[in-house]
Nanobody, 120 residues
Framework: QVQLVESGGGLVQAGGSLRLSCAASGRSLSNYVMGWFRQAPGKVREFVAAISWSGGSTRYADSVKGRFTISRDNARNTVYLQMNSLKPEDTAVYYC?????????????WGQGTQVTVSS
């Protein structure tokens, strides 16, 4: 069983940057496709980004393309989400999850989330 723990969230002004981390324990993340999702208050959870096993392929939601970058370090068993040019509408709890397929179709093993708040 893989356990995922997100970190790196916080309060930042609009236009600022944050880097989120998702650390795994229990199994090697190299066996999984990884994704980031977010959920704002009163809204459904939405896809943000995904990365294939070796990092050779990535996908992004249109709302974050050009601003966010997903990456992974399989040696450290960690996945990252670099978030630049943050906007107030990026405010949400951010979660990481894993899948076994590319393109991903069924993410699971959700972490507990990390709060990102962007002030205007």
């Amino acid at each position: 069983q893989v356990q995922l723990v997100e970190s790196g969230g916080g309060l930042v002004q609009a236009g600022g940057s944050l880097r989120l981390s998702c650390a795994a324990s229990g199994r090697s993340l190299s066996n999984y496709v990884m994704g980031w999702f977010r959920q704002a208050p009163g809204k459904v959870r939405e896809f943000v980004a995904a990365i294939s096993w070796s990092g050779g392929s990535t996908r992004y939601a249109d709302s974050v393309k050009g601003r966010f970058t997903i990456s992974r370090d399989n040696a450290r068993n960690t996945v990252y989400l670099q978030m630049n040019s943050l906007k107030p509408e990026d405010t949400a709890v951010y979660y990481c999850a894993l899948d076994s397929s590319w393109p991903p179709v069924d993410f699971g093993s959700w972490g507990q989330g990390t709060q990102v708040t962007v002030s205007s």
